[in-house]
């Protein structure tokens, strides 16, 4: 037997070796965990016409346990979803966008208790709208009692809301050109957070959780206090430390053909494919237009890969692979209450871009300590302490009448699964 002979023995026996133990750990991985009852939550999903199709990944203790897709990313061309497809996430930007905020509270650029006006001079003494006339659009404002503050911005309760969802405030922002969500527009965000910050806000400042348009403030206020573009913070500070790679507010050319197309589950009518444009807003926003508005909001697009990896250094307490995005106390805040006696849904608080579980009435086998929150288009994710686990969960249908079947089943599903695997 020659030299090259035993160097090609050693190489098979090395290889067989590998095998052997990617097989052993794969095999004990499909042994620890029965996740078939997520599997037939979303299989079901889009049999029942919830959706196409849908990715989904769970990580516990660090480790990927489950990586699927299901369906269609494009229904009408019969194009299967993968994994590694890319999806409008809208307000699941808010969590990155408010981890880039308190990067800059570390350096010293920014203030939790600074007033907006420091870094946006339109938002100083601002009004509150008193009465609203719905025949002519006209109102009466009054004084606010405070000044807006960084973390009012973060917590939703700086009085400022979203068109979509006030039947009043809708007529002064659509007369004013401000929008709720990205778009294909030629805008800009800090011409419209200005523009924003000398309109009414629809309750005082500190005094209730208000959902709207206060983490678009809060991506200019980054822009200011940091001298850069929201877009290169994040990449910068966030997205490429993370290896993020597919998380990005607009799309190259060379991934194009990853964005899965929208549907719209309403009642009465079978899930149907969306046009480019529904109510006023343009779907084709990550690929084209004027690429500039860049909503803090609302405006990225990523993968449950890419996503997965931010939610495991937040459970993480800051840091993934060795490095680190935030301090553990910065972490602490985000996922603490930091609204005080404001109540929200079931009793929850809010910390920073998150809703957390309180456990005065939990639901879906959660447990108190959870974290989470989701998108406009029918995404959700939620982080679990007591678990060791992340999970999310990414599809493309707005209005989505079925998502609380879709999202209770499938967060049931999940903790069955991690409570009934075999350690």
Request: glycine share 8%; with cysteine; charged share 20%.
């Given at each position: 037997?020659?030299?090259?002979?035993?160097?090609?023995?050693?190489?098979?026996?090395?290889?067989?070796?590998?095998?052997?133990?990617?097989?052993?750990?794969?095999?004990?991985?499909?042994?620890?965990?029965?996740?078939?009852?997520?599997?037939?939550?979303?299989?079901?999903?889009?049999?029942?016409?919830?959706?196409?199709?849908?990715?989904?990944?769970?990580?516990?203790?660090?480790?990927?346990?489950?990586?699927?897709?299901?369906?269609?990313k494009d229904r009408e061309a019969q194009?299967?979803?993968?994994?590694?497809?890319?999806?409008?996430i809208a307000s699941m930007t808010k969590?990155?966008?408010?981890?880039?905020?308190?990067?800059?509270?570390?350096?010293?650029?920014?203030?939790?208790?600074?007033?907006?006006?420091?870094?946006?001079?339109?938002?100083?003494?601002?009004?509150?709208?008193?009465?609203?006339?719905?025949?002519?659009?006209?109102?009466?404002?009054?004084?606010?009692?405070?000044?807006?503050?960084?973390?009012?911005?973060?917590?939703?309760?700086?009085?400022?809301?979203?068109?979509?969802?006030?039947?009043?405030?809708?007529?002064?922002?659509?007369?004013?050109?401000?929008?709720?969500?990205?778009?294909?527009?030629?805008?800009?965000?800090?011409?419209?957070?200005?523009?924003?910050?000398?309109?009414?806000?629809?309750?005082?400042?500190?005094?209730?959780?208000?959902?709207?348009?206060?983490?678009?403030?809060?991506?200019?206020?980054?822009?200011?206090?940091?001298?850069?573009?929201?877009?290169?913070?994040?990449?910068?500070?966030?997205?490429?430390?993370?290896?993020?790679?597919?998380?990005?507010?607009?799309?190259?050319?060379?991934?194009?053909?990853?964005?899965?197309?929208?549907?719209?589950?309403?009642?009465?009518?079978?899930?149907?494919?969306?046009?480019?444009?529904?109510?006023?807003?343009?779907?084709?926003?990550?690929?084209?237009?004027?690429?500039?508005?860049?909503?803090?909001?609302?405006?990225?697009?990523?993968?449950?890969?890419?996503?997965?990896?931010?939610?495991?250094?937040?459970?993480?307490?800051?840091?993934?692979?060795?490095?680190?995005?935030?301090?553990?106390?910065?972490?602490?805040?985000?996922?603490?209450?930091?609204?005080?006696?404001?109540?929200?849904?079931?009793?929850?608080k809010f910390g920073f871009g998150f809703?957390?579980?309180?456990?005065?009435?939990?639901?879906?086998?959660?447990?108190?300590?959870?974290?989470?929150?989701?998108?406009?288009?029918?995404?959700?994710?939620?982080?679990?302490?007591?678990?060791?686990?992340?999970?999310?969960?990414?599809?493309?249908?707005?209005?989505?009448?079925?998502?609380?079947?879709?999202?209770?089943?499938?967060?049931?599903?999940?903790?069955?699964?991690?409570?009934?695997?075999?350690?």
């Open positions: 037997m020659n030299i090259n002979q035993i160097t090609i023995g050693r190489k098979l026996v090395v290889s067989l070796s590998i095998f052997c133990i990617i097989f052993l750990r794969l095999d004990a991985f499909s042994q620890k965990y029965n996740f078939a009852k997520v599997d037939s939550v979303l299989n079901n999903a889009q049999t029942k016409g919830w959706t196409a199709g849908s990715t989904a990944l769970i990580m516990q203790n660090g480790t990927v346990v489950y990586d699927s897709a299901f369906g269609f194009e299967k979803m993968q994994i590694t497809d890319i999806f409008r969590p990155v966008v408010s981890v880039a905020a308190l990067i800059l509270v570390e350096r010293g650029k920014l203030k939790l208790d600074d007033p907006v006006y420091k870094y946006i001079p339109e938002f100083k003494s601002p009004a509150v709208i008193k009465d609203f006339n719905p025949k002519d659009s006209t109102f009466t404002t009054e004084p606010a009692q405070s000044e807006i503050t960084v973390r009012q911005l973060l917590t939703h309760t700086s009085g400022i809301g979203y068109g979509f969802q006030d039947k009043e405030l809708v007529k002064v922002y659509v007369q004013n050109g401000i929008p709720d969500l990205a778009n294909t527009g030629d805008i800009k965000l800090a011409d419209k957070m200005k523009k924003l910050g000398k309109l009414p806000l629809f309750m005082q400042p500190g005094q209730k959780f208000h959902y709207g348009l206060s983490t678009d403030v809060l991506g200019y206020v980054i822009e200011v206090a940091s001298g850069k573009p929201l877009d290169v913070f994040l990449n910068d500070n966030i997205l490429k430390p993370l290896k993020m790679d597919d998380t990005q507010f607009y799309m190259p050319a060379n991934k194009l053909d990853r964005l899965v197309a929208m549907y719209s589950d309403v009642k009465g009518m079978p899930l149907f494919r969306l046009s480019n444009q529904v109510k006023g807003y343009d779907l084709l926003y990550p690929v084209s237009g004027s690429k500039k508005y860049l909503s803090g909001g609302s405006g990225l697009t990523s993968t449950t890969h890419d996503y997965a990896r931010f939610l495991q250094m937040i459970l993480n307490g800051g840091e993934l692979e060795n490095v680190r995005i935030l301090k553990k106390t910065s972490v602490e805040k985000m996922i603490n209450n930091q609204i005080g006696s404001i109540g929200l849904r079931r009793g929850n809703e957390i579980e309180q456990g005065n009435q939990p639901i879906n086998g959660a447990k108190a300590g959870k974290v989470f929150w989701g998108g406009a288009f029918n995404t959700t994710f939620w982080i679990d302490p007591s678990r060791k686990a992340v999970a999310v969960l990414m599809t493309q249908v707005y209005p989505a009448l079925h998502s609380g079947n879709l999202f209770n089943g499938f967060e049931t599903a999940v903790n069955q699964a991690l409570d009934n695997s075999v350690l």
